[in-house]
Each structure stands twice: as C-alpha cells, then as structure tokens.
RNA sequence: GCCGGGAUGGCGGAACUGGUAGACGCGCCAGACUCAAAAUCUGGUGAUGGUGACAUCGUGAGAGUUCGAUUCUCUCUCCCGGCACCA
C-alpha cells in the first residue's frame, strides 16, 4: 500500500484497468436502459485547451454517474476535422491542410487519454475522412432529390486583391486580413438547403425541449423570428419601374409612412443605377461593407433619394423613395415603408435627411411617455391622425387596415420569418466536396450514388490564393452521369456545419459502410445528454434540430428532436476575455496534468464554478483541488491502518454523537445525489463532499462502531466522488479492501432512517431582523415554538414595550415576529 | 444596433420555491510541529463601533412591492456570448 499520493501511478493503474477491461465499449442491449451522452466534438486546433478539459469533464461525470444508476452508457469522441484554421495552418507552416489536421487528432488524443475520459475509442469518428463525407453527400442529394436544396446568388466578402472570398473573421475594419485590400460585396451562386420548409415545426417543438435551458430556447425562437404582418404594394409614379413591395409588422401605422426605403442590393436600386450616376456611386460606397448584420446594424445610417415617389395605397399621398443603407435585402422584400415616429431606425434616418415626422399612434394608458419630436414612439397604442381608422386600438386597426388592402388588391396578410434558407457553399478547399456536376447539355446533375464518395484529394500544394480544387482538372474534369459528354464538378465544398449536424447520429455506427444509419442509431438515439459551449446555443443546435427532422423524413431515425437534455457550459476566460490563440492568453492543460495529474484538473474545474457560468481562469486554487486529494488520500490509509485490538468494543447503545455523523454523512449523500443528478451543478457538490471529509477528519474514532461509521463514510464519499477524480477513487476503493472496482458499484443510497433529528435550529426575527437562533424539538407545535421565541432575552429586548402586529411561521426555519412602537 | 446572459468579501463562488447573506475553496493572519524552512495540523478572517453581549451598514446604481428581497417589478451602468463564411 502506497502511504504517500502518486498520481501518475494511481492514474496510469486505473486507466490500464479500464482499457484491459474494455469498461467503456459501449454494446446495444436491448434490455438495458440506455444514455447516451455526447460532449460536442472538438475541432482539432492542435491542443486541448481549458474550455475542452471542462466540457469533456462534464460530460464523463454525467456519463458515469448515469452508469453508477444502472444504465447502459454510451459516450463517444470524434473530431470535427475539415475548417479554416487548417488552411491558414497550412500557409504558415507549408503543409497540406490534411497532415496538420491528422497530426493535431493524434496529439489530441493523448490529451483526452491522459485525462480518463471514459470513452468509447473504438467509434472514434473524422469527418475530414470519405467514410464519414460519404453520407453526408448521399443526404444532401437526397434532399436535392426532395426539393430541399436549390442554387441562388448570395452576397459574399470579395478580397479584391487576392481575389478570393473571405469569411466574416478574415474581415477587419472593412479589410482583408492578408491583403488589407477593401472588402466588396459580391454575389455569387450558392448552394442552399431549405431549413424554412422546417421553420413552423423548429418553432413548435422548442416546447417539446423540456429539459432545455430557456435561454436557449428563447435564443432559438427569436431567430426564427415569426412575425405575422403585410405585404403592402406601393405604386411608383414612373412608368418604367414596377410596383415596390414592403413587408411591415406594423400595417397600423400606414399613415404615418413618409418614405420608402430600398435596400442598395434592391433589383429597384440596381435598376435606377443604371441610369444614373450618383445612384450608382452610392450603391458602389455601400458595397464597401462586410456581409454580417452586425456591421450593418451599427454603421452610420446613409442614404440617397432617388428622385422616385411612391404613392401611399391608403391614402394616395406622394411619398419618396430612398435608397438606405440599414435596409436588409436579406428580410422581407429588401425594401421597407419608413414610419420615423414609431420606428427608432426610421426616425434616426429621417432626423439625418430632414424628412417629415408624422405622428400616428398615441399611447393606449396614460403612462407611457410619447414625444415624438425627440424619440420614435414604439408601443403599440391607439391610431391618431388615420381618417376613419382614428381611435382604433393595434388589433382592429391591423385588421381593418389589411382587409381595406386586400379588397382594394394592393396588399395582404403575411407570414414573414427571420430565419433565412442555409447557405452551404463555401468557396474554400478544406471541406467535403458538394457532389454535383455541371454539364453543358444536362444542366445541374447530382452525382450518382454508385459513385460516392467524391473525394477531396489530401496532397496538394496550398498557397492560400483560391481553392487548389480550381487548379486541379483531375478533380474536377469528369463525365455527365446523364449523357456521358465531359462536364464539371462543383469545386465548392460544404459549409462545416454540415459535418456537426449529424456527427451525434452516426457514433452508433461509424463503421456502418453501406448506408448513413442502422438499427443501433435507432437504439441509442436521439441523445440523452448534450453538452457544449453556449455560443453554439442558436447556429449548431439549430441546424442539427433540422438535420433531424429531415432525416426522420427520409426514414433514417424516429424521433423528433435530436438531444433530450442539454446543458450549455459556459465561457473559460482569462483576464475577462475568452481564452484563445489570437489573444494569447490560453492556458495549457497539460502542464498542470504533468504537475497535479488528471484527478485534480477535473476536481478544480468542476469546483470553480457551476457549469453554465462563464469561469473565470485563476491559477491559484489547483493547488487547493490537490491538497482535498492528498488528504483524501491520508485519512484512507491512517483508516485502514487503523488497528483493530487498539479499538473498543461497542456494546453500548449508539451515542447522540455516532447518531449525528451518521446523519450529516447521509445528509450530504443526499445533497451530492440531488446536485449531480439533478441539478447539473458539481461546485456544490463537491463542495458538500469536502465537508464531509473535513467531518470525517474530526471525528474521534474509538470503538469499533466508530470504525464502521468512519468507512461507511469514506465508500460513500470515494463513491460519489468517483465520476469526478475516477482514478484516486478507484486506487483507494482497493486500498479500503474491495475485489471489486469502483467503476463496477452503484451510486450510494440515502437512509431516510438516518436523515431524522429529534432538534431544529429555528432563527427568531424581530421585523424581518435575526435576533436569536433557538433550538427545538423537532416535533414542535407553532404556540410552543412562538412562545419559545418570546421569552428569548434577546428577543425580548426588541418587542418589549412595543405591540405585537403578527406572528409568521415558516416551518423548521425561522419565526418573525412582527411589531409596532408605541404611540 | 438587435437577441440572450451576467454583476455577491481581497479572489472563485454558496444561498435550489421570497425566509439566517458569505457554505466550500483560495488568499491572508495567528498558533502547533521543526535547529530552520517546506509540508501538515489547529484557530481566526465582510465593513464599522464595542473588552464583551451586541448594534449598525452591506449582494453593480436608483426606485418599487412585501412582515421579510441576492431572489420579484421598473429604470439605468458596465461586462460576456450570438448575429447566419471562426468553430
């Protein structure tokens, strides 16, 4: 027996016991009650950074406890492989995109083996290899077979100078980053799926998600962003534009439109550009701007009139047309009717340009302050200054303005979401290849199932300027599946979205090498357990919550929702910012693996903070997560040593004060069950754990009933806390003299028996403040316990000479007298 | 700008459903052990006043509801995440 705490050597043991083992090869059976629990796979940026160690630690907590309760657990690993940061990899260092990326998987892989996740090597997936792409082109042609998938022009970031597109983080202060050429705006054609045929039921089934955070949930609502509103014609007065269409939520306040506004993408604005030279110069400065609503959002509103005017269809006033930079061609119809007194965006506009200010709406109650002079009025309140549709509150006006529309033809009710068709083409080398295949005679033809996987070639020589895919014919040249005659392949290659949206379906049969799924995706899916980072709580959820649909459309899984439970873990940072490369203030994991080993890594980080904080980074503190194992490790042993002859024998009833260890002990059982499983929140928990081994420490210990109270504590505490420290645990579970390993024993259970005390600390209040803390028998009726708090000295002290107003009681806590001084 | 979240001792955090603010840990202070140091152990530790019992103040700022507010409501400040091509 080890007297002093190693470790490297306890953790080296007990991982060599799991892998001879195969403890976490997870096997279908269908007697079994499975859980499946997913951490979301990493990008193999070269190490394992703080914020992996503590999503994957919280996974294989929750993993194991599950399978402490019985279950049969399933957790597997696998990397998020294709991406940008192998390309620039690839520039800085000279090598090819894919020998970075395998080289960062293996180094990874040690890492994540260093510190006993359990999982389940043998599903191990990589989605830059053709086995996993394979499928993933097979379901999107299945969905181009379905009508799901279409080609339209999008607006991407063009590096003018390096003449290549760049993604929005390659884009700083409007330049490229390389280059520092200005951005421009271009459109060019883009593969896109259908994720708005999904909008209504990605909406409706966010109740389904129960065990969801409702942040999440409100997160992912407000970006579908149902909004029912109207579609409303403005007619032009020049003859040679047509009608301008505008999608606006809030028809009732028509009458306060004083201008439109078209969006400089607008086929309108493109059109007047053509024929005039400020306009097209305008619209040439706004396409000087980067393609996120971020940028758009907080620019310096500008515009341009365009000479044009538009007639009002409710009342046939003349109105003129702008073109503005703050419109989005991406919502609604590109072009909106300006109201500047109850839109803030609109006001802000027309108080730059000088434009007219029309007051429509008034406030519905009194208290609502209303200046239109100064601030747009945004509430929605009672019509002013609308002709017959004065005094009309938002809901009649609303009907009444859009059935007035629809009978006079020139406008209806709509519909309108937020959530836009998904972009997956990405003008970029590192990614799976878009298997389809453009023929001069044919047109657009998918590639033939036959002939899957399109593989991206691995050894190329990448210069950062363009895809290679472009320069390298024998990828691209091909046949026409349809007439056989020479054709082209897309030489894009899918958004990596694409790759996390199904990866969770695919560990329950990676190696499955004739179709996407088989019957063990039916067994283990939809996931139990889903963790990650919350920045992913809208992009990467949603996308995957449609993958799912469409895929159970297809026939491929049964249920609805892809992840039963999730937990969203909070930012790691370092001096209040996100830890990562660009800023350099990362913390390496591995170091303090090497100093403290893995047990105390993942004790700290599941101690600093509850999950789905933020944590903030501190060196100090490890040292504290070391220092509970160490001595964890000396009352084991000093308790084993423990000699039996020197020990008394307990004839005797037991005592007020073994009565009382062995309640606290059960006490904190209870705690750490409810806190673990339940709740999620592991700082508490361990934090319930330390005392009980601080309680433990002070307990005297000198009749052999002591003993055994001693080590019924110590295997309850060695148990709860083995999903945490798997390897500490596992050593001094054999140190205690079990055959068995801990890995193999169930989850401790709570003796309610014990949970019972015959007294009760009750704190007295006198008008909400404490002024004593009395102990009572447990039983206690409320008149003895009132008359208890009164006669304290203390107490006394505050109500005398004052007259009792109220008495309130809350059972086993705490008693407030309320009173009032005398007059 | 819009959507979501956060702010509690010197520090990380606790208080779960409106009921003792500061559990647990770090740090710090004092003591024990030691020739000495480290390690370890014991005690103390929100601020102010008081020898003490105790009292007053105190959870980003300001208001409100309540017998009672870190917790609920309103207004504001600062910080973090997301905004569709970072993953």
């Known amino acids: 027996m080890e007297s002093q705490y190693n470790p490297k050597k306890v953790e080296e043991q007990a991982q060599q016991y799991w892998q001879l083992h195969k403890t976490f090869q997870a096997v279908e059976d269908p007697l079994k009650e499975k859980f499946y629990c997913l951490s979301m796979f990493p990008y193999p940026s070269g190490t394992l950074h703080v914020g992996h160690v503590r999503n994957y630690t919280i996974g294989d907590v929750i993993s194991r406890y599950q399978r402490m309760q019985g279950k049969n657990v399933l957790q597997p690993i696998g990397w998020d ?15 090819p995109p894919a020998d970075w990326t395998y080289q960062n998987i293996a180094h990874m892989s040690q890492q994540f083996k260093r510190l006993g996740f359990g999982y389940d090597w043998n599903r191990e997936i990589t989605t830059c290899k053709p086995d996993y792409y394979h499928w993933e082109q097979w379901f999107f042609i299945q969905l181009y077979e379905k009508g799901l998938v279409y080609r339209k022009n999008a607006t991407v970031n063009w590096d003018p100078v390096d003449q290549t597109v760049l993604a929005n983080e390659q884009v700083i202060d409007g330049r490229g980053w390389r280059s520092h050429a200005k951005v421009e705006r271009r459109e060019i054609p883009q593969w896109f799926l259908k994720i708005t ?52 939520t809030r028809p009732d306040t028509l009458f306060g439109v004083t201008y439109l506004a078209l969006a400089p993408e607008h086929p309108v604005s493109l059109k007047l550009a053509e024929k005039n030279v400020l306009i097209a110069n305008f619209l040439s400065e706004c396409r000087n701007v980067k393609v996120a609503e971020a940028e758009l959002a907080t620019i310096e509103k500008r515009g341009l009139d365009t000479g044009l005017k538009a007639i009002n269809p409710i009342n046939q006033q003349e109105i003129p047309v702008w073109i503005a930079n703050y419109v989005l061609m991406d919502y609604g119809s590109g072009a909106i009717m300006a109201v500047p007194a109850h839109d803030h965006r609109d006001f802000e506009f027309a108080n730059i ?11 519905a109650n009194a208290n609502s302050d209303c200046h239109v002079e100064t601030s747009a009025f945004t509430e929605k309140g009672i019509l002013i200054n609308s002709e017959k549709f004065n005094e009309l509150t938002y809901d009649e006006a609303f009907k009444a303005i859009v059935q007035y529309l629809t009978e006079k033809n020139v406008g209806k009710r709509q519909v309108h979401w937020r959530l836009r068709d998904w972009g997956v083409s990405r003008q970029r080398y590192w990614g799976a290849p878009i298997p389809m295949i453009y023929c ?17 070639p691995e050894k190329v020589a990448f210069d950062g300027v363009g895809s290679p895919l472009k320069k390298m014919s024998e990828f691209y040249k091909t046949t026409c599946p349809k007439c056989g005659q020479a054709a082209e392949r897309e030489t894009d290659t899918f958004d990596t979205f694409m790759e996390s949206s199904w990866y969770y379906a695919r560990f329950a049969c990676p190696n499955q090498s004739e179709k996407m799924f088989d019957k063990r995706t039916n067994y283990w899916t939809p996931v139990d357990q889903y963790i990650g980072g919350i920045e992913h709580a809208i992009l990467h959820l949603l996308y995957s919550r449609f993958f799912h649909k469409a895929m159970r459309d297809l026939g491929l899984v049964q249920s609805d929702e892809p992840f039963t439970r999730l937990l969203t873990q909070g930012m790691v940072l370092k001096d209040g910012a996100k830890m990562s490369k660009s800023l350099g203030n990362t913390v390496d994991p591995q ?3 090497e100093q403290y080993g893995a047990d105390t890594v993942r004790l700290f980080l599941m101690f600093a903070s509850p999950p789905e904080q933020s944590l903030e980074w501190s060196d100090a503190g490890v040292e504290g997560a070391f220092r509970f194992l160490k001595r964890l490790w000396q009352i084991v042993v000093q308790h084993v040593g423990q000699s039996q002859t020197e020990l008394n024998s307990s004839g005797s009833p037991i005592t007020a004060i073994q009565k009382e260890f062995r309640r606290f002990c059960h006490e904190i059982i209870r705690k750490v069950t409810d806190d673990i499983g339940r709740r999620h929140i592991f700082n508490t928990a361990i934090a319930a754990m330390m005392e009980l081994l601080n309680t433990i420490q002070a307990y005297h210990c000198e009749t052999k009933r002591d003993h055994m109270l001693v080590k019924e504590a110590l295997e309850a505490l060695l148990l709860m806390l083995s999903p945490i420290t798997p390897h500490i645990t596992h050593a001094l579970w054999r140190i205690l003299g079990h055959e068995d390993a801990i890995i193999n024993q169930p989850w401790p259970k709570v003796d309610l028996e014990a949970l019972q005390r015959e007294t009760l600390d009750v704190v007295v209040q006198v008008n909400g403040k404490v002024r004593a ?44 007298i309320v009173v009032k001084e005398n007059v």
């Not at 609502?221 to 029912?228: F, L, R, Y």
């Not at 008149?783 to 009164?790: I, M, N, P, S, V």
């Open 591 to 593: 170091s303090l693996v």
């Open 197 to 248: 045929a999904y909008a209504e039921e990605l909406l409706q089934d966010l109740d389904k998600l129960s065990e969801w955070p409702l942040q999440v949930k409100t997160m992912q609502k407000n970006w579908i962003g149902k909004a029912e509103g109207a579609l409303i014609q403005f007619k032009t007065t020049a003859e040679t534009t047509e009608n301008i269409e505008i999608f606006t």
């Open 81 to 95: 492989a294709f991406g940008l940061p192998a390309e620039n990899a690839a520039i800085k260092h000279e090598v």
């Open 773 to 816: 803390q009395i102990t009572v028998a447990a039983k206690i009726d409320n008149k003895t316990l009132e008359k208890a708090a009164l006669e304290h000295e203390n107490v006394k002290r505050h109500i005398t000479g004052k007259e009792l107003q109220k008495v309130i009681i809350v059972p086993n806590k705490l008693i407030n």
């Open 440 to 456: 001069e005679s044919c047109g657009t033809v998918p590639v033939p199932f036959h002939e899957l996987p399109v593989v991206l």
């Open 353 to 363: 340009y000088h434009l007219p200010i029309r007051q429509v709406i008034k406030p």
